[in-house]
Nanobody, 115 residues
Framework: VQLQAFGGGLVQAGGSLRLSCAASGRTSSSYTMGWFRQTPGKEREFVAAISTSGSSALYADSLKGRFAIFRGNSKNLVYLQMDNLEPEDTALYFC?????????WGQGTQVTVSS
């Protein structure tokens, strides 16, 4: 499985960005997919995840209400809508899925929020 993340960029505090993640390869089934983020010198942290059907989502407590994860029309497209961004949201954002106990990561897309 290959994951490609898109949509990062530079935005002012209070602005919005939408990240996209496309899965390719073993696309015969939908997978639980999610997003993590990482800043230099810190561990990668969980952001959000969504179930295979898209009916259930999980968020880091600190991000509830500002971030939303949802699936696209294609079952292997996942989006992360980020609103009211803060400088503390600046990080490299990674798309993730886990299949049979194996983790797959996208290449990361940089989000920079200026104050």
């Amino acid at each position: 499985v290959q994951l490609q993340a898109f949509g990062g960029g530079l935005v002012q505090a209070g602005g919005s960005l939408r990240l996209s993640c496309a899965a390719s390869g073993r696309t015969s089934s939908s997978y639980t997919m999610g997003w993590f983020r990482q800043t230099p010198g810190k561990e990668r942290e969980f952001v959000a995840a969504i179930s295979t059907s898209g009916s259930s989502a999980l968020y880091a407590d600190s991000l509830k209400g500002r971030f939303a994860i949802f699936r696209g029309n294609s079952k292997n497209l996942v989006y992360l809508q980020m609103d009211n961004l803060e400088p503390e949201d600046t990080a490299l954002y990674f798309c993730h899925t886990e299949i049979r106990f194996v983790d797959y990561w996208g290449q990361g897309t940089q989000v920079t929020v200026s104050s």
